[in-house]
């Protein structure tokens, strides 16, 4: 339990534009309050910031103004808003913007612990890309953010590694996010129908996943939704594959809410043909959805093939047409028993209440 406690929960934004890491940040902000506690959200002001708030209910949420380029998020008051919110901890989400630099500015001002989950912004993939920003990040608040931390936080064994490498530091605090409780069903009559949800990203490699669905072979009236969002470049490539494939394929744009659980509940399998992640929460509300998945080996979740509650792709269109085509002529009984797997995951080891129990250890433990 957590009770008492005042945590904060840093991010550079409360809102979807901020893709996984707002859902895992919604999922905390829940998760400590169900434990005691109190969360208190900070985040860099946004589009999209006012009409979102209501996800963390009622929990207490800080936007901060930027100033400035929103790439770097330089909030001018977010340092003396952290100190006045009298917290107990402070909990940053993501990293490589200002939020970083405000978060060791907070701890080296308050003497409080402050811990910091880059929600696999460490891995190869990511770091290679704006080198010379990220290069700028390191030498001007990173590597002092890292410093700072009472602990730094792998969503997996994997990340682990990736902060090891980069910060020098072989003592992360290794926990999984915790997803949704479950809301599908395993015996539902569910559509011949393949289902991505996420954001629409260059990593998440969704052209070649159309490519492969227009190669595999189908049965009749089978379908490839895809709902999401992203930058409108990436948007009008996507919306160009799709337009390609045909009336198969359809991009429904982003999703949220029931409508979202909808979608996923009633999907065959869910898919992330991805080329580098963190922890996908998509992934772990498909499995809340009773949902198979097809999925990469980058997204760092092998506990979904160990379970047989995945399929593993590969990242091109010739190697993710041939899992397609395996997933929809699977039998029925051999689909159930992937659903129950699915399933048997979301209840126990990405189960709020025992990601929630491990959580309520490091804080109380860093407070003590």
């Known amino acids: 339990m957590v009770t008492g406690l005042r945590i904060g929960l840093l991010t550079a934004s409360a809102s979807r534009l901020n893709g996984g890491v707002f859902e895992a940040v919604v999922a905390h902000a829940e998760m400590i309050r169900a434990a005691g506690g109190e969360a208190v959200v900070v985040a860099l002001e946004d589009v999209f910031s006012r009409e979102d708030q209501h996800r963390f209910g009622p929990s207490e949420v800080i936007h901060c103004p930027i ?15 952290l100190i006045a919110a009298d917290l107990d901890v ?6 490589w913007m200002y939020p970083s630099a405000a978060g060791a500015a907070w701890a080296k001002r308050t003497g409080r612990p402050y811990f910091v989950s880059p929600h696999g912004m460490l891995d190869p993939w990511i770091t290679a890309r704006g080198r010379w920003k990220k290069a700028i990040a390191r030498v ?26 980069e910060s020098g530091r072989a003592d992360a605090l290794v926990i999984p996010n915790a997803g949704p409780e479950v809301f599908g069903a395993v015996d539902r009559a569910r559509d011949n129908r ?45 919306e160009k594959a799709v337009a390609a494939a045909g009336d198969s394929v359809r991009f429904l744009g982003p999703v949220y809410g029931a409508a979202k659980q909808e979608l996923l509940a009633g999907a065959r399998f869910a898919v992330l043909p991805s080329l580098s992640e963190g922890l996908p929460m998509a992934v772990v509300e498909a499995w809340a959805a009773c949902t ?64 929630a129990a491990q959580w309520a250890k490091a804080y109380r433990e860093a407070v003590a």
């Not at 402070?90 to 990293?95: E, K, T």
């Open 67 to 81: 100033k400035g380029p929103p790439q770097v998020g330089y909030a001018p008051d977010m340092v003396a808003r």
């Open 90 to 95: 402070l909990h940053l989400h993501g990293i």
């Open 140 to 165: 001007g608040y990173e590597r002092r953010s890292w410093r700072a931390a009472h602990a730094l936080h792998a969503l997996t064994a994997r990340e682990a590694g990736d902060i090891a490498r």
């Open 194 to 238: 393949i289902a991505y949800i996420g954001r629409v990203h260059t990593k998440k490699n969704l052209i070649a996943l159309v490519e492969a669905w227009s190669l595999a072979r189908r049965p009749e009236g089978a379908r490839l939704d895809i709902a999401g969002w992203g930058a409108s470049e990436d948007v009008a490539a996507l």
């Open 292 to 355: 198979p998945v097809i999925m990469t080996r980058e997204c760092n979740l092998d506990e979904g093939f160990a379970a047989g509650a995945a399929l593993e792709c590969g990242y091109d269109a010739a190697a993710i047409a041939p899992v397609i085509e395996r997933a929809l002529a699977m039998p029925d009984a051999e689909w159930a028993g992937m659903a129950r797997a699915a399933e048997g995951l979301a209840r126990g080891v990405f189960s709020a209440p025992a990601v």
